[in-house]
């Protein structure tokens, strides 16, 4: 009772939608078994899920003090994989993010709904050069419209 009224209260769900769990089973049928494995644990110890900017970014969130395994990339906002599908007959790309070893954010093009992915382009894993959308997407926020 006292998750559903923090829910309410700060916004989120308590797991993945259908969208954003076939984004991460693409994700999890590129990584190798050991990556998997450890991912899959991260996942099962979600607690509760934030759509921040819904169809742009995406966060998990973990109980405090949990001891959540940790997969070997380092740093703030690494990203892991970018996964490509089309969605209204475009090609759309979703970038899935650690933090600190800990997936953490689903950034960019984040499908709402399950019907939002026709099919599976590809998962591009270790992108070289990702940058974070999430410092661009916050300056959007927070934009002076008369710019």
């Known amino acids: 009772m006292l ?4 829910e309410f209260l700060f916004g989120g769900t308590r797991g993945f939608n259908e969208a954003e769990t ?26 509760k899920v934030q759509r921040q900017k819904p169809g742009r970014l995406v966060a998990a969130y973990y109980k ?36 600190d070893g800990r997936f953490m954010t ?3 093009n984040v499908p709402q709904r ?13 992108p070289k050069g990702f940058k974070s ?3 661009e997407i916050d300056a959007q926020e927070h934009a002076d419209p008369s710019t």
């Not at 984004?23 to 990584?31: I, P």
């Open 3 to 6: 998750a559903k009224i923090s």
């Open 22 to 47: 076939r984004l991460l089973s693409f994700l999890m049928d590129a990584l190798p078994a050991q990556e998997r494995d450890i991912l899959a644990r991260q996942l099962r110890l979600v607690r």
């Open 64 to 99: 405090r003090g949990d001891e959540i395994p940790r997969l070997p990339y380092p740093g703030y906002e690494y990203c892991l994989a970018n996964i490509t599908y089309l969605s209204g007959g475009r090609a759309r790309t979703t970038s899935l993010v650690l933090h």
């Open 106 to 108: 689903f950034e960019r």
């Open 114 to 126: 399950l019907s939002d992915i026709e099919t599976l382009g590809s998962v591009v894993l270790h």
């Open 133 to 135: 959308v999430a410092p």
